[in-house]
């Protein structure tokens, strides 16, 4: 169930509750605008009051993410084939030489392109890898394939998966930071 409110600078903010949220996220998205989750027990208004209280970075973030658009960073149709042929040559091989290096072990790799996520991973080991991630710099794209592959052993970011994720990627804390200022685009 969700509700909307208008910013007149952001647009529509979407508060949307979830059965699977834990605490409240936002997320800024060029296209889709700004989103709210909450846990399905926390009421609308505490999601505005949080956005409300997030707001100038949540425009910050839309001007940064709107720049990137408008500079001509978007893919043509053409471009995303092109990117998915590079991302299908390049991923599954760097994910398999991660895995081996820290001795993790995952069920299958697919590469999508989403608009949410740089990448995700199932309760079975089925790790999902954003095409963009070919366009990172190779730590943020090591960054997120480490990540991932701590999330076959620990699925949530509980201090004990962070715990992994710094063992096998010191400074991992930097990296997360870094790697918002990158749009999913």
């Not at 590079?86 to 590469?111: C, D, G, Q, T």
């Not at 962070?162 to 999913?184: D, F, M, N, W």
Request: proline content about 4%; hydrophobic content about 35%.
């Amino acid at each position: 169930m969700e509700k909307y409110y208008e910013d007149k600078q952001a647009g529509t903010v979407t508060v949307r509750k979830s059965t699977r949220a834990r605490r409240i996220s936002i997320r800024v998205n060029s296209r889709t605008g700004v989103s709210v989750t909450v846990p399905s027990f926390v009421p609308y208004k505490v999601g505005l009051a949080f956005y409300l209280s997030k707001r100038d970075w949540a425009l910050k973030a839309l001007e940064r993410q709107r720049q990137k658009v408008d500079s001509g960073e978007s893919l043509a149709p053409e471009q995303v084939e092109e990117l998915r042929k590079k991302a299908k040559e390049v991923l599954p091989k760097r994910l398999a030489e991660l895995a081996k290096e820290h001795s993790f072990s995952y069920n299958s790799v697919r590469i999508k392109h989403n608009l949410s996520n740089w990448g995700s991973c199932s309760s079975k080991g089925n790790i999902n890898l954003n095409l963009n991630l070919v366009r990172l710099p190779d730590e943020l794209r090591d960054y997120v394939l480490l990540h991932e592959l701590c999330h076959t052993v620990h699925h949530d970011h509980s201090p004990r998966f962070h715990a992994l994720l710094e063992s096998v990627c010191p400074g991992h804390k930097a990296r997360q930071k870094e790697i918002r200022q990158y749009t999913l685009l």
